[in-house]
């Protein structure tokens, strides 16, 4: 099955720094890639996601890469605020109508005021 | 985007009891619904596929006599604990998928912490 890795564990940034979180996972059949962010006592939230057929997508102050070749993506958040403190789970998904998700173990986004 | 809600948001019962918790979707139908288990500071563990008019898909090592799913309506999935023990105690959350281009999108409940004294 599906294994994703989730780098680092923990981040810990100046408010205004970009902060990067790295994923990759190991079945090349995977071809959906969506992040959650999940505060506190909360459920997760999608954030961003991105399909084998496009390189990049950004939206506002967050962005997503994807390398099929070398099965990773990322996660970057440019100008963090404090408000983007949270857990930040990356996922992976094949298509054929399997729609569920193998998530990573999570990033922990310390944003220091 | 589409909207899940679960209720109760929390609850607190006796070792022993029974406790339901709902997921519904707001705005959308959905024949499939997701049930995962959070620990603290880990990552979500699916338990079961919840499926509208049948039974239940429960993942390997999740007992399905304790952990009661039924799948009544097109916006109703319900989970009962059954006989709570301490060590049921966890975060809840459900999911639906939802078509989008390409593809499925997940979304997710706010969760239910549940905690069994």
């Known amino acids: 099955g599906e294994n994703v890795e989730q780098h680092p564990s923990t981040l810990s940034v100046q408010e205004g720094d970009s902060a990067v979180i790295k994923c990759t996972y190991s079945d090349s059949a995977s071809n959906y890639f969506p992040w959650y962010k999940q505060e506190l006592g909360k459920g997760p939230q999608l954030i961003i996601d991105i399909r084998s057929n496009v390189g990049e997508k950004k939206d506002q102050r967050i962005a997503v890469t994807l390398n099929k070749t070398a099965k990773h993506f990322s996660l970057h958040i440019t100008e963090t605020q404090p408000e983007d403190s949270a857990v930040y789970f990356c996922a992976a998904s094949t298509g054929g109508g399997s729609y569920i998700p193998t998530f990573g173990r999570g990033t922990s986004l310390i944003v220091h005021p | 985007g589409a909207v899940v809600s679960q209720h109760p948001s929390w609850v607190i019962c006796k070792s022993g009891t029974s406790v339901k918790i709902e997921c519904r979707s707001l705005d959308f139908q959905a024949t499939t619904m997701f049930w995962y288990r959070q620990f603290p500071k880990q990552s979500l563990m699916l338990m079961a596929t919840s499926n509208e008019g049948s039974k239940a898909t429960y993942e390997q090592g999740v007992e399905k006599d304790k952990f009661l799913i039924n799948h009544a309506s097109l916006t109703l999935s319900t989970l009962t604990v059954t006989s709570a023990h301490p060590e049921d105690s966890s975060f809840y959350i459900c999911?639906?998928?939802?078509?989008?281009?390409?593809?499925?999108?997940?979304?997710f409940g706010p969760g239910t912490r549940l905690t069994v004294l």
């Open positions: 999911s639906a998928p939802v078509a989008s281009s390409g593809g499925y999108t997940q979304y």
